[in-house]
């Protein structure tokens, strides 16, 4: 039976061992990019080659901009529907919301595989979304692999991740400072976007 000094002393010295664990591959990583060649090449020498090297490619650039954009354009798109979709199941009363909750939380269940194939075989240029509104208006208006397709698979994908977020925290709200506000004349859309 441990006494509490030893928990304690436990929990540091497990964390201290998670913290090597977890941090010796890094710095490992971290050092090498300071030598000019192999960690384990005894003629390596510190300097800042491998940094002036990627730093001068273009090709980083280009790489670091659509990273950029992707990232950005991802939360453009999950953070809206994530919020919006936790406000109408926590804080309302939609028809429905008992079994909508398990359908917004299905993409964090699925594998990134099944969901690329899923969206590749449904909008994809010969998917059968795709086919049915090339029959419809004669073009297949989206492309599902340039940077603004990937952009919007990826929000959409990540949807769960940001509705988890935002519906805990609706769900600890108060419900008397929303009444409070409906109270004082505030519109539903006013009590959703200021109070909620």
């Given at each position: ?26 710095g490992?990583?971290?050092y ?28 980083f ?14 939360v453009?798109?999950?953070?809206p ?19 909508l ?8 269940f ?22 049915a ?13 340039g ?8 929000g ?41």
């Amino acid at each position: 039976m441990l006494v509490r000094g030893d928990a304690t002393l436990f929990r540091h010295v497990t964390f201290a061992v998670l913290a090597v664990v977890v941090l010796a591959p890094v710095g490992l990583i971290a050092y090498q990019s300071f030598l000019s060649g192999p960690f384990f090449d005894v003629t390596s020498r510190f300097g800042l080659d491998a940094y002036s090297f990627v730093f001068a490619d273009p090709d980083f650039w280009k790489a670091l901009r659509n990273t950029t954009v992707f990232a950005f354009g991802m939360v453009a798109v999950a953070v809206p529907l994530g919020a919006m979709l936790a406000f109408l199941l926590t804080r309302t009363d939609l028809a429905g919301r008992r079994w909508l909750e398990p359908v917004v939380l299905m993409p964090m269940f699925l594998s990134a595989i099944v969901l690329g194939f899923g969206y590749t075989v449904s909008i994809g240029p010969s998917g059968f979304v795709s086919l049915a509104v090339k029959k419809l208006i004669g073009f297949v208006p989206w492309d599902i692999y340039g940077l603004p397709g990937l952009i919007v698979i990826a929000g959409l994908s990540h949807v769960p991740h940001v509705y988890l977020y935002a519906s805990s925290a609706m769900k600890n709200l108060p419900a008397d400072l929303e009444e409070a506000a409906r109270t004082v004349g505030a519109t539903v859309w006013q009590v959703a976007w200021h109070v909620t």
